[in-house]
């Protein structure tokens, strides 16, 4: 009994994380932690301070992120970014499957920045600022 | 049997260069790629020559590019495009509706697909750090269905702040020049021809340096441009050639948060307008643009003037401003425009406006079906192939737009 009440907590708090916790922005372990103002300006293409990495189109994780760091839902994202692709001002942020992915390509590239779920958090990168 | 194994063996070897060979057999194609497009028809008459010299500077840098490329992953291609299918109506007998005065027809009566349908293909080319090139071809109606290189340029990134580029790119003379027209990027069916319609040229052929500074969360851009642009210009019922031979153009953006602010300066010196009957003469077009975007409000205005030094004959002023608010997948905006002629202009017509009243609907990610009710005045820019009855009245007309935007 005692062991189907830990299953189903800890099947509760699994659900929970999936859509209500924090999103972590993390960087290189040597990188300076950007501010909030920073993290829309990168993943908006108005701020070449970092190279930003996405979450793939379809992971829930990544509308979150685009909604808690800009306030602009994937279709208005696709706008602005529609906008510097077809005049030659950028590119948008190369997609990683995973948080783990996430974590490889910035743990080796010092510009790099990313955002993981806040559980998926380790020592191989720096949280950097959370999104709540 | 040996000797005819040893000769297969030598006609497979002969066959199959060494591998620093095959890298030069596979740039020569890429150049030779290159030279061929220049001769094809894509690119505009007037324009052959620039585009040709531009196709060779790109195949240089492609060769350049190659070369350095080879030693590290090689070059990274992304391919890209945008496309609007729409149609207008216009409830006039004696003039078409058109939204460029590129465009020598346009819209009355009957549905026309001409006016905004379009469609771009894009290639951006990554070889190293440094160079890069793209290319981006623009199919829709001008003079007849036209297809014409609105990019074909190398670029040069000498630091993180400085970026050269050779080549053939869309002029900054506006707020939103160089995504006009991608619709998907913009709330509105087009930009209000009052602002976007009095600059005859949308590219130039030449060479540009963009210059990009940060101070805390303040970006500032300034794009400095000289080059040469030849286009028609179709306006009411006459045709002019226009031959913009020493363009030189400063732009000058600063985005900070939710804010833009848009400072631009376009001077064209000996401007020659075939038809018109007038000495060469200087061209000045300055304009003013800011914008707002907080994710649900967007405002935008901009406020442009052209001054010539031909005792200003062809002076004029023009003015927007749009609104649009999101309430989820739908943006209902209105705009109004205005444009003034100068006090001793040769150019038909008065003061004149329009407004406009639409909304846009993001069916799904990469998709927008787009519609707007329009009341606009005869300005002698906005309408061709008009009768001198329609040209007489600064007549009011309505026009109807129905149209998806999307981009893959």
């Known amino acids: ?132 | 049997m040996k000797a005819a194994a040893l000769h297969h063996r030598f006609r497979s070897g002969g066959t199959e260069p060494p591998e620093g060979c095959k890298l030069v057999g596979r740039q020569t194609a890429r150049v030779a790629a290159f030279r061929n497009r220049s001769v094809t028809p894509p690119i505009e008459a007037p324009m052959n020559q620039t585009a040709r010299l531009t196709a060779q500077a790109l195949a240089l840098l492609v060769a350049v590019g190659a070369q350095t490329a080879v030693a590290d992953e090689g070059p990274t291609w992304k391919f890209s495009g945008f496309g609007t299918v729409g149609a207008v109506i216009a409830d006039t007998d004696e003039a078409q509706f058109h939204s460029s005065t590129l465009q020598s027809s346009g819209a009355g009566r009957s549905p026309d697909l001409g006016v905004d349908s379009r469609l771009g293909l894009q290639g951006n080319v990554k070889f190293n750090d440094t160079f890069s090139a793209a290319g981006q071809l623009l199919t829709s109606e001008r003079e007849g269905l036209t297809a014409q290189a609105e990019w074909l340029y190398g670029e040069a990134s000498i630091a993180p702040w400085l970026k050269l580029r050779v080549g053939r790119m869309v002029l900054p003379v506006f707020l939103v020049s160089d995504s006009r027209n991608v619709g998907y990027a913009t709330h509105w069916v087009r930009a209000p021809i009052e602002v976007y319609g009095l600059y005859p040229a949308s590219a130039f052929d030449g060479a540009q340096a963009q210059v990009q500074a940060d101070w805390g969360d303040t970006h500032l851009t300034v794009q400095a441009s000289a080059g040469r642009s030849n286009v028609d210009i179709h306006a009411s019922a006459t045709k002019v050639d226009a031959k913009l031979k020493n363009l030189y153009s400063l732009n000058l953006v600063v985005e900070r948060g939710n804010w833009t602010l848009r400072l631009g300066d376009t001077e064209s010196r000996n401007t020659e307008l075939e038809g018109l009957g007038l000495p060469p003469f200087d061209d000045s077009f300055r304009g003013v643009g800011v914008g707002y975007d907080n994710g649900k409000l967007l405002v935008q205005a901009e406020y442009v003037a052209r001054r010539t030094s031909n005792d200003g004959l062809l002076d004029m002023d023009g003015y927007y401003a749009t609104v649009g608010y999101r309430v989820g997948a739908w943006t209902p905006y209105g705009t109004i425009g205005r444009y003034e002629p100068g006090r001793s202009s040769l150019l038909t017509g008065t003061d004149t406006r329009s407004l406009a009243a639409g909304v846009r609907w993001d069916v799904f990610r990469n998709v927008a079906l787009k519609a707007q009710v329009e009341s606009t005045q005869n300005n002698g820019l906005n309408f061709v192939n008009t009768t001198p009855a329609f040209d007489a009245r600064a007549a009011k007309v309505n026009v109807f737009t129905l149209l998806v935007d999307f981009v893959f």
């Open chain 1, 1 to 132: 009994m005692k062991k189907l009440t830990t299953l189903l907590a800890a099947y509760f708090v699994g659900i929970g994380a999936t859509w209500a916790a924090d999103i972590v922005v993390v960087v290189h372990s040597g990188a300076q932690a950007p501010t909030r103002e920073q993290v829309a300006d990168v993943y908006l293409g108005k701020s070449r301070a970092y190279t930003p990495l996405d979450q793939v189109e379809a992971a829930p994780i990544r509308a979150e992120f685009y909604r808690k760091a800009t306030g602009r839902d994937l279709a208005q994202v696709k706008m602005v970014w529609a906008r510097l692709v077809f005049t030659g001002k950028g590119l948008p942020p190369k997609e990683s499957a995973g948080a783990a992915a996430v974590k490889k390509a910035v743990a080796a590239d010092p510009k790099a920045i990313g955002y993981i779920d806040k559980a998926d958090v380790d020592t191989s990168v720096k949280a950097a600022l959370t999104l709540d």
